[in-house]
């Protein structure tokens, strides 16, 4: 066998691993998953029947701000899940590391990047099943995508992209972290920055210097792809561009600093 | 049988430090191979580092390892396929159950399934796991999580096995049980290097100890050899009664009396002729032993003479140093 079926076969392994352990841990799937359908929750029905109508073109207040927002924020809610799954991902990089687990794979003849790699494969596929329950809830409160076939292909596309790279960039951050304390927090503000963009309102209500931060953050233009691709209107190409932009970016300065990370001696 | 092997072990003038403190000093060991090493140091010696380097968890600053005939440095995967490790700290996947954790090994490994599934069953068998194949690895006492993170070192079928102080936090019922799996090890023709703080340990297991204090070895050879080095022993006179150990004291008032046991306890003879003039004295004031016992150092002896005025002077170079 080759190296690099060598390093896809143990990536492989590591993958059902930590597909394993997210099963044997449910409690903290439920949390992550749970925590992102709630914010729905609580944006729809408490806060959307106002915020709603204050969108352009949004209805009145009541019923019809609430549909209208549903619209609104469901692509802004779909990337905190995929945030919030990206904190699981530095918590478990964590706890792996704190147990001697790590350092028996380190002692074996197997590919050096499976062990991450592993993190990452499995994260990744466990934040696309978070993403995609949380658009099912939001079909349910009433939410209609009108995506074409093509449009959800490059969504899908650009979600696992997006989910590469909170993940590249989680598994690092659990590796700096010297307890799972720290791991848990340190990922909090990928959770709170999709609030300072055009996630919850439109950044030109906002002040001045916030609504440059919120039209210049990497999520700004993930989420407004996300929109556009879902309600099937065109989509925007410099946006677009963006959108993928920073996710490649993300990935790669994430995946270069874990890969330090983890090479360091312990 | 007699046909020499090459060691399947050997470091020269192996050096590592952290920061400004020296931790391996210049370390010089050959380890033949199916023989068992045991490093033996008190808190700080230097024994992980050693396994650290030697399992390519570590580089060195200086000097050289070989591990089954690999360099550690240059050659670490070759390495790696050879070894065994369980160091110190439980190397098990809590969440995942024994047979879950076996079955991780064989894919890691790369064994086609029957293989794989044979080995798990023959370990689980060995290891007395079985009853607990469906539990997760964080349920199992601390003795059955030993055994299993052993039984996933083995998995390998590892020439050269590691066993950083194996029985640290066991019960004696599970020391023993893991005493006789590295006897059944170098039965199978196995090198071992364990590392450990337990003297009695050392003297079952290993063939060779070498006592490694303040970043250096202070001193090697076998158990008996180790113990010969240092003064120390005593013999112990059995007698029947009271009045016995009255005369056995008159005899000899330098002794200690132990009327629980009926024995007195006299500093060892300096040899044969020692001994010789010690019975002589027995029978001119008629003392009424009726048996003796030799006793040499223990470990604990040796240990404890070898390795304290080494680390005292090993601290105050440290404190030069800074």
């Given at each position: 066998?080759?190296?690099?079926?060598?390093?896809?076969?143990?990536?492989?392994?590591?993958a059902?691993?930590?597909l394993?352990?997210?099963r044997?841990?449910?409690?903290m799937?439920v949390?992550l998953?749970?925590?992102?359908?709630?914010?729905?929750l609580l944006?729809?029905y408490?806060?959307?029947?106002t915020l709603?109508a204050g969108l352009?073109?949004?209805g009145?207040i009541?019923?019809d701000g609430?549909?209208?927002y549903?619209?609104?924020?469901t692509p802004?809610?779909?990337?905190?899940?995929?945030a919030?799954a990206?904190q699981?991902t530095?918590?478990?990089?964590a706890?792996?590391m704190?147990?001697?687990i790590v350092?028996r794979?380190?002692?074996m003849?197997i590919s050096p990047g499976?062990?991450l790699a592993?993190?990452?494969?499995?994260?990744?596929?466990?934040?696309?099943l978070?993403?995609?329950?949380l658009l099912l809830?939001a079909?349910?409160?009433?939410y209609r995508p009108g995506?074409?076939?093509l449009g959800?292909?490059?969504?899908v596309?650009?979600l696992?992209?997006?989910a590469?790279?909170l993940?590249?960039?989680?598994?690092?951050?659990?590796?700096?972290?010297?307890?799972v304390e720290?791991?848990?927090?340190?990922?909090?503000f990928l959770?709170?920055?999709?609030?300072?963009g055009?996630?919850?309102?439109?950044?030109d209500s906002?002040?001045?210097p916030?609504a440059?931060f919120a039209?210049h953050?990497?999520?700004?233009p993930?989420?407004?792809t996300?929109?556009?691709?879902l309600?099937?209107?065109a989509?925007?190409g410099?946006?677009?561009a963006a959108?993928?932009?920073?996710?490649a970016?993300i990935?790669?300065?994430g995946?270069l600093w874990a890969r330090?990370?983890?090479r360091?001696?312990? | 049988?007699?046909h020499?092997?090459?060691p399947?072990i050997?470091?020269?003038g192996l050096?590592?430090?952290?920061g400004?403190?020296v931790?391996?000093d210049g370390i010089?060991l050959a380890v033949?191979?199916?023989?068992?090493?045991?490093?033996?140091?008190?808190n700080g010696?230097?024994?992980?580092?050693t396994v650290n380097?030697?399992?390519?968890?570590?580089?060195?600053?200086?000097?050289?390892?070989a591990?089954a005939g690999h360099?550690v440095?240059?050659?670490?995967?070759?390495?790696r396929s050879?070894?065994?490790?369980?160091?110190?700290f439980s190397?098990?996947?809590g969440?995942?159950?024994?047979?879950?954790n076996l079955r991780l090994?064989?894919?890691?490994?790369?064994l086609?399934?029957?293989?794989?599934?044979a080995r798990?069953?023959?370990l689980?068998e060995?290891?007395?796991l079985l009853?607990?194949?469906?539990?997760p690895?964080?349920?199992?006492s601390?003795?059955?999580?030993?055994k299993l993170?052993l039984a996933?070192?083995l998995?390998?079928r590892p020439?050269?096995?590691?066993?950083?102080?194996?029985t640290?936090?066991l019960d004696p019922?599970s020391?023993?049980?893991?005493w006789?799996?590295?006897?059944?090890?170098?039965a199978?023709?196995?090198?071992i290097l364990l590392?450990t703080?337990y003297?009695?340990e050392?003297d079952?297991?290993?063939?060779?100890?070498?006592v490694?204090?303040?970043?250096r070895?202070?001193?090697q050879?076998t158990?008996?050899?180790?113990?010969r080095?240092?003064p120390?022993g005593?013999?112990?006179l059995?007698?029947?009664d009271a009045?016995g150990?009255?005369?056995?004291?008159r005899a000899?008032?330098d002794?200690v009396r132990?009327?629980?046991t009926s024995?007195?306890?006299?500093?060892?003879?300096?040899g044969?002729?020692?001994?010789?003039?010690?019975l002589?004295?027995l029978?001119?004031?008629?003392?009424p032993?009726?048996g003796?016992?030799?006793?040499s150092p223990?470990l604990?002896?040796?240990f404890?003479?070898?390795?304290?005025p080494?680390?005292?002077?090993a601290d105050?170079t440290r404190k030069?140093?800074r």
């Amino acid at each position: 066998m080759s190296s690099i079926s060598l390093a896809l076969k143990d990536s492989r392994t590591m993958a059902r691993r930590n597909l394993l352990r997210m099963r044997r841990y449910p409690s903290m799937t439920v949390l992550l998953v749970g925590m992102p359908i709630l914010f729905l929750l609580l944006f729809v029905y408490v806060f959307g029947g106002t915020l709603g109508a204050g969108l352009p073109g949004g209805g009145g207040i009541g019923a019809d701000g609430r549909a209208a927002y549903l619209d609104y924020v469901t692509p802004a809610i779909v990337v905190m899940a995929a945030a919030a799954a990206a904190q699981g991902t530095a918590i478990s990089v964590a706890m792996d590391m704190t147990e001697g687990i790590v350092a028996r794979f380190r002692t074996m003849a197997i590919s050096p990047g499976s062990v991450l790699a592993g993190h990452v494969l499995g994260s990744v596929v466990q934040s696309l099943l978070a993403m995609g329950a949380l658009l099912l809830v939001a079909v349910g409160l009433g939410y209609r995508p009108g995506a074409s076939a093509l449009g959800w292909l490059a969504l899908v596309g650009l979600l696992t992209l997006m989910a590469l790279a909170l993940t590249w960039l989680s598994v690092a951050l659990g590796l700096v972290s010297d307890s799972v304390e720290t791991a848990s927090n340190l990922p909090m503000f990928l959770v709170f920055l999709p609030f300072l963009g055009s996630g919850f309102v439109p950044t030109d209500s906002m002040p001045g210097p916030l609504a440059w931060f919120a039209e210049h953050q990497p999520f700004t233009p993930i989420i407004e792809t996300l929109r556009t691709l879902l309600s099937g209107t065109a989509v925007d190409g410099a946006t677009a561009a963006a959108a993928v932009a920073w996710s490649a970016g993300i990935t790669v300065v994430g995946y270069l600093w874990a890969r330090k990370l983890y090479r360091r001696e312990r | 049988m007699s046909h020499p092997r090459p060691p399947a072990i050997e470091l020269t003038g192996l050096r590592k430090s952290f920061g400004d403190r020296v931790v391996l000093d210049g370390i010089d060991l050959a380890v033949p191979a199916g023989s068992v090493l045991a490093l033996l140091g008190p808190n700080g010696a230097g024994k992980t580092t050693t396994v650290n380097i030697l399992s390519t968890l570590m580089r060195a600053d200086g000097g050289r390892a070989a591990v089954a005939g690999h360099d550690v440095a240059a050659d670490p995967f070759a390495v790696r396929s050879s070894i065994g490790v369980t160091g110190q700290f439980s190397a098990v996947d809590g969440l995942l159950t024994v047979r879950e954790n076996l079955r991780l090994m064989a894919d890691l490994l790369r064994l086609d399934r029957a293989t794989g599934q044979a080995r798990a069953a023959a370990l689980s068998e060995r290891f007395d796991l079985l009853p607990y194949a469906a539990k997760p690895a964080a349920t199992l006492s601390g003795g059955m999580r030993r055994k299993l993170d052993l039984a996933m070192t083995l998995m390998g079928r590892p020439s050269v096995v590691f066993l950083d102080e194996p029985t640290t936090g066991l019960d004696p019922r599970s020391r023993r049980d893991l005493w006789d799996i590295v006897r059944s090890l170098v039965a199978d023709g196995a090198t071992i290097l364990l590392t450990t703080q337990y003297l009695e340990e050392a003297d079952a297991l290993a063939d060779t100890v070498a006592v490694l204090d303040g970043g250096r070895i202070v001193a090697q050879g076998t158990p008996a050899e180790l113990k010969r080095r240092i003064p120390g022993g005593a013999i112990h006179l059995h007698l029947p009664d009271a009045a016995g150990l009255d005369a056995a004291a008159r005899a000899f008032p330098d002794g200690v009396r132990h009327d629980e046991t009926s024995t007195y306890s006299l500093p060892a003879a300096d040899g044969i002729p020692g001994l010789r003039r010690m019975l002589d004295r027995l029978a001119e004031h008629d003392v009424p032993a009726s048996g003796l016992e030799v006793t040499s150092p223990d470990l604990d002896d040796v240990f404890l003479a070898l390795t304290e005025p080494g680390r005292v002077a090993a601290d105050d170079t440290r404190k030069a140093a800074r």
